[in-house]
């Protein structure tokens, strides 16, 4: 019988009384990084946490070992690092003042999550959740652990970074139906990207990296998680609620990377600069409704975005409905090809209808070229009327996917709107804005102006300028977003004076039971290496020894507790 003492707290093989595994090379006497659990904590009395695996703005997940059940499993943590903190002599959560009803909201939105994750069941490419427990003031999920690589590493991997349709085809559909599955259970992900599918052993690909949406939402109460090239615009803060569609952008943009090989350009830079394209070595290989249904479902606005995912299948399946309602792609005249045989021409030795003698070979050759000729007009009308409909281009154009302006329209004069106060976005989506004017960001940091939206313009207001002119817009950044660097084990002056000078607020709070240096810091909240606005407020838990000297501002003795007084974190 496999006994926990003996396991390696990285992998969970057995390694027995070794101190580094042979495995992985983990040293027995590694130190989880604070705030995190420490390794060999035992939660609800069954699950084993070993290694801390990834962090973000919402938790932690770290490898486990079920203790009933004898098995590595996961451990997902809710542990939203802006408003939380532990101390290494009490695991028990701590939140900081004035944050108790959002702790508990987001917490409870946890529990919902993965608790109708736990209620699916039979999913090839979802990962089987198998309980949802509540320890040391917060709540985890506990779910299979799935030995695999990411998608990014598979294409990394390949020779040439991306792979063909077909394979394609074959290695993400299942992703698709699973996704179709979690939003009939009213679950979006908000996240799949190349990082967070996993494909295993046996070639098969899993859903992983789940989070509530507050964790996937800019301008949310937690410190956002966004996959840039993957995220789509309404996740961004921006108008447009989020919903199937989101996910929709998300798995295009995946499918985007595993068959071109880059990741798409942000959703934010495609806004107001839209140069995203299929290049033209992949637009003639690949079938046209599969360019067909990227282009649908990497719109950038919601409302003009593939909503569902029975929709996408549709279009990546070449369904006739899809095609009629979409209005997109046409369905050659002559009978669909055998199976595997998508862009298969018609056979040119089949003697056509009506005729008993076979083609001269002459016959056959011209017979070739005429059909060849055909099937590229029809490639090309159909990439030619899709880059009229929408943003995406395709081929060698200009840097910027723009045609040349007639030269007759360069001369009108147009008057130059007021953009200040207006949002970024919004210019961005105006088609009227679009067609006169070209718009060169400028982001600077603003504490008074709400991110994304215009503080000045390089033209001023009511003035004429010939259509066509760029004006540079000075778009605010928000607050100046500093990284918190980590002082703990420091000195707290030296620390306290780093963070000030730095642009951070230090509130201390004491400590006095524990085995550390007089006034070192033990701990901090919010969490390390992250950026947050200047003027955040980093709490610093301090130990001060007991001393007869420590008094009230009454001359009273004050005895200091253990950790900070909880209405106080």
Known sequence: MISSDNLCMSCMR?????????????????????????????????????????????GATYIGWDLSGKRAVKIREFIPDSFTTRTSSNLTLQIMRGSESVFSELRQSFEELWTKLARLKGLSALISVTDVVQDYGTSYAIYEHFEGITLREFLLKSKTGYIPWEKARQLLMPILSTLGTL????????GISPSTLIIGSDGKVKITGFCIGAARSARSDLNSQLFD????????????????????????????????????????????????MVPGKFAEALPAYVINGLINALQILPEDRTRTVEQLRAELSASPVATAVSGQYQRPAHPAP?????????????????????????????????????????????????VLRDRISFGNGGADGTANAVS???????????????????????PVFMQNFKFEPKYVYDDTVAE??????????????????????????????????????ANYDEAAARLTGLGFVCEKRIVSE?????????SMAPIAEKAYDRGTTVYLQVFVPVTEEMTDENGNPVIPSQEAPEDDM
């Open 183 to 190: 939003h009939s259970s009213g679950i979006i992900h908000r």
């Open 338 to 386: 055998a199976s595997g045989g998508e862009n298969r021409k018609p056979s040119a030795q089949q003697p056509a209808p009506g005729k008993k003698k076979p083609k001269s070979n002459a016959n056959v050759i011209i017979t070739t070229a005429v059909v060849s000729l055909a099937i590229g007009l029809v490639v090309f009308i159909v990439l030619s009327f899709t």
């Open 514 to 522: 524990g085995a550390y240096a007089e006034n070192e810091v033990i």
């Open 408 to 430: 007759q329209t360069e001369a009108e004069l147009i008057t130059v709107p007021k953009f200040i106060e207006r949002s970024y976005v919004d210019i961005g989506s105006n």
């Open 229 to 276: 090239g993957y995220a789509a615009i309404e996740q961004y803060g921006f108008d447009g609620s989020q919903g199937t569609w989101t996910d929709i952008y998300a798995f295009g943009a995946v499918l985007y990377r595993t068959l071109i090989g880059s990741d798409p350009i942000s959703a934010k830079e495609r806004m107001t600069n839209d140069r995203l």
């Open 452 to 489: 994304g939206y215009i503080i000045d313009q390089s033209v001023k207001p009511d003035e004429k300028v010939p259509k066509g002119t760029t004006i540079i817009l000075y778009v605010s950044n928000g607050k100046e977003k500093i990284v918190l660097p980590n002082v703990t084990g």
């Open 14 to 58: 057995e390694i027995g009384e070794m101190k580094q595994c042979p495995y992985c090379g983990y040293h027995a006497d590694s130190a989880q990084i604070p705030p995190y659990l420490p390794v060999r904590t035992v939660i609800s009395n069954r699950y084993l946490v070993g290694k801390m695996l990834e962090y973000n703005g919402e």
